[in-house]
């Protein structure tokens, strides 16, 4: 069964960046079988797509973060990480890392971690 | 990008109840959506993918169907911990898009 878990700082000061790294366990994220991506979510309202990695080390994000999102992976340690910078308020959310299993081409977020509340405070 | 409007944003329900809620797509997008449900405090959980294919593990009083830009989650009998939040999401192309979420609230 897999298992993924979010770690990383809850307060980041505005303009800083900010970093979590996400945990793997039970299958290697050097598989070519997901893709491993972020999702976020302002408290009490929806879900926001941040980006994912593939499984060639090439990754997408939302364009809404205009270019300041960097995921990277540490096939190692079966982590990926997610970086956002120039942060501000409206970054404040919980993140959640998730799995992502394209089957047939046909893409869902099969796996999710807990989540992280990251707050953006001064 | 592609937008989903979810309807009802939120509905009252009974225990034991059906209910249905659509998800529309402001584009074709085949069938290349998928539901999700969030209970308070918690990750989304997937609840169907493809738009009709069950997740496993998820009860069967669950169902998805719909094709193009029409699609519908049904819950064919309500159970206690069913009355939490439902999300659509697409991932036809990027950016991935979720609709807004329906609450499903206890009458």
């Known amino acids: 069964q897999m298992q993924l878990q979010e770690s990383g700082p809850g307060l980041v000061r505005p303009s800083q960046t900010l970093s979590l790294t996400c945990s793997v366990s039970?299958?290697?994220?050097?598989?070519?079988?997901?893709?491993w991506g972020w999702i976020r979510q302002p408290v009490g309202k929806g879900l926001e797509w941040v980006g994912h990695?593939?499984?060639?080390?090439?990754?997408k994000s939302n364009p809404s973060l205009q270019g300041r999102v960097t995921i990277s992976r540490d096939m190692s340690n079966n982590q990926f990480s997610l970086e956002l910078s120039s942060v501000t308020a409206a970054d404040t959310a919980v993140y959640y890392c998730?799995?992502?299993?394209?089957?047939?081409?046909?893409?869902?977020?099969?796996?999710w971690g807990h989540g992280a509340l990251v707050t953006v405070s001064s | 990008d592609i937008h989903l409007t979810q309807s009802p944003s939120s509905l009252s329900a009974s225990a034991r109840d059906r209910v249905t809620i659509t998800c529309r797509a402001t584009q074709n997008i085949d069938i290349h959506l998928n539901w999700y449900q969030q209970a308070p405090g918690k990750a989304p959980r997937l609840l169907v993918y493809?738009?009709?294919s069950l997740q496993s593990g998820v009860p069967s009083r669950f169902s998805g169907s719909g094709s193009g830009t029409e699609f519908t989650l049904t819950i064919s009998s309500l159970q206690p911990e069913d009355f939490v939040t439902y999300y659509c999401?697409?991932?036809?192309?990027?950016?991935?898009?979720f609709g807004q979420g329906t609450k499903v609230e206890i009458q």
């Open positions: 998730v799995s992502i299993d394209c089957t047939n081409g046909l893409c869902s977020l099969d796996y």
């Open positions: 493809a738009a009709s």
């Open positions: 999401q697409q991932s036809y192309s990027y950016p991935y898009t």
């Open positions: 039970g299958v290697f994220i050097s598989s070519g079988s997901y893709y």
């Open positions: 990695i593939f499984s060639v080390g090439s990754a």
